[in-house]
């Protein structure tokens, strides 16, 4: 941007505005944070809306009083010229009067062998579970909740605060586990004698739409909850098999054609949005050493056509999510069990054909990435890059870090007000929020910054006693949260 001299016809008083812009253009461009420093003098903030450019988006308040008009429009060309003129400052977000969370949609953890759901306005309480309940989750509108009844193995239904608990698939659970439609109230569980039973809330109807007598090493259902894919075993001298039929039973089932080397096993991460790919782990030798280590994903059209290597993962789903709009597939790349190692985001299209790596600060991990509701940011986790060989336990873990980032991996700042040891972030609906867990509870923060809102504390785990990851580290001892359905809690402000 270049400022001109105003030609015959312009005033004294342009001349002096534009020198005054220029000046405090030079002030803010003085320092990292003499921007954020120099609209603190404003007193008792109101919220006004974002000064926007190509790369950067600052959330501004300005004083009331005599001369607002000025100043809102001083700090906002300001801003605007600061951006401009500086090289590459800080992403700065000035905090104005952000409502707090005061209540949540349901959220529901597994802490020292019991079931606990947080409801809305409700203090949290413990559910009746059966047996040794583990991995709950959410059915996508947040009306029922299934988990594992560990000692038996057993999938089990219940609704949102723990009532009309039933049992649900005929023998147990197998390998392929158990999974919600995102388009209604069907939970998908493939038994451990084979097959794969969809069961329809709140009648509890289970109905058979992959024969018993079928091996099913993974289960996955399309975005609009019409069908559902599945894999079979590896056998002797060829691959395994991927196959699409329809959710509801009936009609013919369609083998995906994949060029796979014999002896190779899948594992499904997801359908394209649009319902015409798969995305896949593939499995070379079907060694448990390399599932534990990362394995390559690729993509590739149900019709048949080239497979497209998208990145090499660890085989853990909360580290690949589509952005809302169903364009880019966002993942957590590197190779090796330890998530404290070589970790990095990959954007990819949505037939990925077109990946790329974000950009991270050096000596660090990028981990726990979440998409905004509008897809405009995402929140992730960083920590350091203790490099291969080293112990991930609770000193590690503590330095993970709460962070915000365009997609393009640009304006990212440490979200202010965060806890220490983050893991799992995940958005409110509205967008305004972003629910975490950490070693010892659960907190919800304002995107703007501030204190977070405690929703559970006091969770520990591991033999002393005190916080620390599980799962090679990817998420905490005392617990992880799991938030609504997928498309996030909802939070209410006031």
């Known amino acids: 941007m270049r400022w001109r001299r105003p030609g015959p016809g312009g005033s004294e008083a342009e001349e002096g505005l534009r020198r005054g812009l220029q000046a405090l253009a030079g002030r803010a461009s003085a320092s990292p944070d003499a921007l954020e420093r120099i609209l603190a003098r404003d007193t008792a903030p109101t919220p006004t809306p974002a000064v926007a450019t190509d790369r950067r988006r600052l959330r501004l308040g300005v004083g009331a009083g005599v001369g607002v008009g000025v100043a809102a429009a001083v700090a906002a060309a300001a801003a605007v010229l600061a951006l401009v003129l500086a090289p590459s400052p800080r992403p700065t977000r000035v905090v104005s009067s952000a409502p707090t969370v005061r209540a949540l949609t349901p959220v529901a953890w597994v802490a020292g062998g019991r079931l606990h759901v947080a409801m809305p306005g409700r203090t949290p309480r413990t559910v009746a579970a059966a ?144 319902g015409t790919g798969l995305i896949y782990w593939v499995d070379p030798g079907g060694s448990a050493d390399a599932l534990d280590n990362g394995l390559p994903l690729l993509s590739a059209p149900l019709a048949g056509g080239p497979s497209r ?15 809302p709009d169903g364009t880019r597939l966002l993942l957590v790349a590197g190779a090796g069990q330890s998530p404290a190692t070589g970790k990095s985001l990959v954007v990819c299209d949505t037939a990925g054909t077109a990946c790329r790596p974000l950009p991270q600060p050096a000596g660090t991990v990028a981990l726990d990435a979440a998409w905004s509701p509008d897809g405009t940011e995402i929140a992730l986790v960083r920590a350091p890059d203790i490099g291969p060989g080293h112990h991930v336990g609770p000193a590690w873990y ?73 799962a090679a580290g990817k998420q905490p001892w005392g617990a992880a949260a799991v938030w609504g359905g997928r498309a996030g809690f909802e939070s209410y402000g006031g």
Do not use: C, K
């Open 131 to 274: 047996g040794q309940p583990e991995n709950p989750e959410w059915s996508v509108d947040h009306h029922w909740l299934a988990y594992l009844d560990a000692d038996h193995h057993q999938v089990h239904v219940a609704g949102p605060d723990g009532t009309g608990d039933r049992a649900v698939g005929p023998d147990g659970v197998g390998r392929g586990g158990y999974t919600w439609s995102p388009g209604g109230d069907q939970l998908a569980v493939v038994p451990r004698s084979g097959g794969v039973v969809v069961v329809s809330m709140p009648s509890g109807l289970e109905t058979t739409v992959v024969a018993g007598a079928v091996p099913v090493e993974s289960v996955a259902w399309s975005r609009d909850g019409g069908r559902l894919a599945y894999t079979t075993p590896a056998a002797p001298g060829r691959p395994a098999h991927v196959v699409v039929v329809t959710a509801g039973g009936g009609g013919s089932a369609q083998v995906v054609p994949l060029a796979l080397p014999p002896g190779s096993d899948v594992l499904l991460a997801g359908w394209w949005p649009d």
């Open 398 to 470: 503590a330095q993970r870090r709460l962070w915000v980032e365009a997609p393009d991996g640009s304006d990212a700042f440490t979200l202010a007000g965060g806890g220490a040891g983050v893991a799992q972030p995940v958005w409110s609906a509205d967008g305004r929020s972003i629910g975490y867990s950490l070693g010892s509870g659960f907190e919800v923060i304002p995107v703007s910054g501030g204190h977070p809102t405690v929703i559970a504390s006091g969770l520990t785990g591991g033999n002393d006693g005190t916080a620390g990851p599980d």
């Open 309 to 323: 290597l998208l990145a090499v993962t660890l085989v853990f789903h909360p580290w690949i999510s589509w952005s």
